[in-house]
């Protein structure tokens, strides 16, 4: 069964860091472009950074760029995200993605980042 499960979240201060997993299970990463998402209390889901699964290719949104990090373990089946110079507004439920437009699309469930003093 296909499964992404983030870890990592919490609280953190403004200017603080954190990093993220996303561990997969059922399928390969060489398989499937993995994203990050967030969604903020009362704003639609967006989509931050992804990295292809057959080259390792990544793209990035402007909000995040120069400030998050996307990097895969193929041996540990997990991705991550390094995210730095946090801000009050970073705060929101992220989420992975796995994407094949052959074999689907699958979601982790999603994990809260809060950015506070």
């Known amino acids: 069964q296909l499964q992404l499960v983030e870890s990592g979240g919490g609280l953190v201060q403004p200017g603080g860091s954190l990093r993220l997993s996303c561990a997969v299970s059922?399928?390969?990463?060489?398989?499937?472009?993995i994203g990050w998402f967030r969604q903020a209390p009362g704003k639609e889901r967006e989509g931050m950074v992804c990295?292809?699964?057959?080259?390792?290719?990544?793209s990035y949104a402007d909000s995040v760029k120069g400030r998050f990090t996307i990097a895969r373990d193929s041996a540990k089946n997990t991705v991550y995200l390094q995210m730095n110079l946090l801000k009050p507004e970073d705060t929101a439920v992220y989420y992975c993605?796995?994407?094949?437009?052959?074999?689907?699309?699958?979601w982790g469930q999603g994990i809260q980042v809060t950015v506070s003093s």
């Open positions: 990295i292809s699964g057959t080259d390792g290719t990544t």
């Open positions: 059922g399928f390969s990463l060489d398989a499937y472009a």
């Open positions: 993605k796995a994407v094949n437009p052959r074999y689907g699309d699958y």
